[in-house]
């Protein structure tokens, strides 16, 4: 079920300073949706919600640059993100093609690295951004939730992780069968 979301009649840039409203409900089941969040008490998930800034982009928009500093986690309301990580050479490849209830950007909630890719909006979308500063200020007040929050982040980032090495010895077994081959 789509979110039911007005979408603004103006560029993104003012759509963006003054916050268009989104269904609280929706944003509400999407965020408690993920695993960041979902073991979340009702409670702490309504005190997370006011950290919640409502972005919208156009389609085509880029929602940070490779290289831009990591600030925030991003979760996708509604649309569409295409996540691009261009190499020394200039090449571009597509990394991840993300829709409503996906996030990305979570490693900038742990560090304070660059962004190892893009993200661009492939259709008009209605992005929830968590800022760290926001985040590390919850995680304070309520460390017991912020807990909570982290090993979320890390089986997160875990499961990331295994699913590149299976893909790497994947990517090494074919490339072993090739040279065997020639």
Do not use: C
Request: proline share 5%; net charge negative.
């Amino acid at each position: 079920m789509e979110p039911k979301i007005i979408i603004p009649e103006k560029s993104s840039f003012w759509a963006n300073l003054f916050k268009s409203p989104t269904d609280k409900n929706e944003l509400e089941e999407v965020l408690a949706s993920i695993p960041p969040f979902k073991n979340l008490s009702p409670k702490y998930l309504k005190l997370l919600m006011k950290l919640i800034h409502n972005r919208f982009y156009k389609a085509n928009e880029y929602i940070f640059y490779q290289n831009d500093p990591g600030i925030a986690l991003y979760i996708i309301v509604s649309g569409e993100v295409l996540i691009t990580q261009e190499n020394e050479d200039g090449e571009q490849f597509d990394l991840a093609h993300l829709t409503r209830g996906d996030f990305f950007g979570e490693l900038a909630l742990i560090d304070e690295e660059r962004r190892a890719a893009s993200a661009i909006a492939l259709k008009d979308s209605f992005i929830a951004a968590i800022f760290k500063p926001d985040l590390d200020e919850f995680i304070d007040a309520h460390p017991q939730e912020g807990i909570k929050i982290l090993k979320g982040l890390i089986h997160i980032i875990a499961s990331r992780l295994r699913n590149v090495n299976k893909e790497y010895l994947e990517l090494y077994d074919q490339i072993r069968t090739r040279e065997k081959q020639l």
